[in-house]
């Protein structure tokens, strides 16, 4: 069965700063990829998803993601973070409509 | 357009009580899924539904679990009786395409439950 993996489950940038989500997939056939943002007492939210078409996807907001097949990775991005940017971000994987989620990343935003 | 709606937002219940979960999906969405998220975990499905035939429901844990989409519309998770460890959120979410890995689900905004 297929995994995905978020590496560091709290992650502080400062307002202005690069930020750096990492995610990482263990399955032997790639599945389709998807970041979700997750807001307090509120549902997921789509950022952008991966769907074998460019590896390289741009989703809301800013962010974006790079689907890397020989390093079984994608890591979402955004170059300037904002104080709206905190949240719980989650990276998922479906194969075969078997949808796995990561245990999450806490973003914290400093002024 | 209204979103996935999910009741109620929270319950507290004592352990052995049963307890229901209401979910009403995005217009037209005919899937539609159950999922426990943990506290600190990502969301684990429990059950997917194509209109009103359960389709996967392999995660479901049965002996207390039970779901329902009898119109193929809205749905019902129960749990009878409910334990501890069933503290979490409980999350409902669609899509309108037919159920395909690359579809987006639109999630809910959850049901709190907690066992005491």
């Known amino acids: 069965a297929q995994s995905v993996t978020q590496l560091g489950s709290h992650v502080s940038v400062s307002e202005g700063a690069l930020v750096l989500l990492r995610c990482n997939y263990s399955?032997?056939?790639?599945?389709?990829l998807f970041w979700y943002v997750q807001y307090p007492n509120q549902g997921l939210q789509l950022l952008l998803k991966y769907t074998s078409a460019a590896t390289l996807v741009k989703g809301i907001n800013g962010f974006e993601a790079e689907f890397k097949k020989s390093e079984t990775s994608f890591h979402l991005t955004k170059p300037s973070a904002h104080m709206s940017d905190a949240a719980e971000y989650f990276c998922?994987?479906?194969?075969?409509?078997?949808?796995?989620f990561g245990a999450g990343t806490r973003l914290t935003v400093k002024p | 357009e209204a979103g996935v709606v999910q009741s109620p937002r929270y319950k507290i219940i004592e352990k052995k009580q049963p307890v229901a979960f209401w979910c009403n999906p995005i217009s037209g969405h005919n899937t539609l899924y159950w999922y426990r998220q943990n506290l600190g975990q990502g969301p684990e499905l429990l059950i997917r539904?194509?209109?009103?035939?359960?389709?996967?429901d392999s995660q479901l844990p049965k002996d207390r679990f039970s779901a329902e989409r009898l119109k193929g519309v809205d749905s019902t998770l129960k749990i009878q009786p409910a334990e501890l460890g069933d503290s979490a959120v409980y999350l409902c979410?669609?899509?309108?395409?037919?159920?395909?890995?690359?579809?987006?689900?639109?999630f809910g905004p959850g049901t709190r439950l907690t066992v005491l």
């Open positions: 998922a994987g479906n194969n075969n409509n078997d949808m796995r």
């Open positions: 979410a669609s899509t309108d395409g037919g159920g395909q890995a690359t579809d987006t689900q639109y």
């Open positions: 399955s032997s056939v790639p599945p389709y």
């Open positions: 539904y194509e209109n009103e035939e359960a389709v996967d």
